[in-house]
């Protein structure tokens, strides 16, 4: 594991543990996907389109150990998953220096702080740990609580597409972001 734990403090005074995932917590992994996921309108997935086994979670979390520019985290609080981040670096030669951010945090954790975490650590890591250059994201136009924390946490804005996510039968443009870290 390349990644040290590292405590925190969330915005009532909780501590919470942001670490890297290991393959034992594909249980509570995969449990916390499917409720964030299940909750959200502002994720481009429905739960019954996530089908990994606990088996394919812990193998996934495995994947991200192969590859050096590549990270996957998770905030705990008292030995249970309550987020997760993950870098997701391209395979692909000449993209090799960019990744991708995908993140979610259980509704009860909503507004603690817990997003800057994950971002803070994850760019951090990058900073220190991998040859990435540009980190970019996707998020629907309409979630303009997480646009402000990219924002905040220094993404730009590239542009969007317009009509690009189908939410309950309602068209979603997708606001595409990036950050230069190296």
């Keep these: 594991m390349d990644f040290l734990s590292k405590r925190y403090k969330t915005k009532l005074n909780y501590s919470i543990l942001i670490r890297e995932a290991v393959a034992q917590d594909a249980e509570q992994l995969l449990a916390l996907k499917l409720e964030y996921i299940a909750l959200s309108n502002t994720i481009p997935l429905f739960d019954y389109e996530y089908a990994n086994t606990i088996e394919e979670e812990a193998e996934h979390i495995q994947n991200f150990h192969k590859h050096p520019n590549s990270l996957l985290l998770v905030a705990e609080y008292n030995g249970e998953l309550i987020g997760n981040i993950d870098l997701t670096a391209s395979w692909r030669k000449k ?5 991708m951010i995908g993140m979610g945090i259980h509704t009860k954790w909503h507004n603690q702080g817990i997003g800057t975490l994950l971002i803070q650590n994850v760019l951090e890591w990058s ?5 990435l250059s540009v980190i970019w994201l996707e998020v629907y136009a309409s979630n303009l609580t997480g646009i402000a924390l990219y924002k905040k946490m220094g993404f730009k804005i590239n542009g969007s597409i ?9 068209y979603i443009d997708k606001t595409c972001m990036h950050i230069q870290i190296k």
Aim: glycine share 6%; proline share 5%; no cysteine.
């Design 95 to 99: 993209m090799q220096h960019t990744a």
């Design 127 to 131: 900073k220190e740990k991998s040859s």
């Design 162 to 170: 317009p009509k690009f996510f189908l939410e309950v039968g309602k």
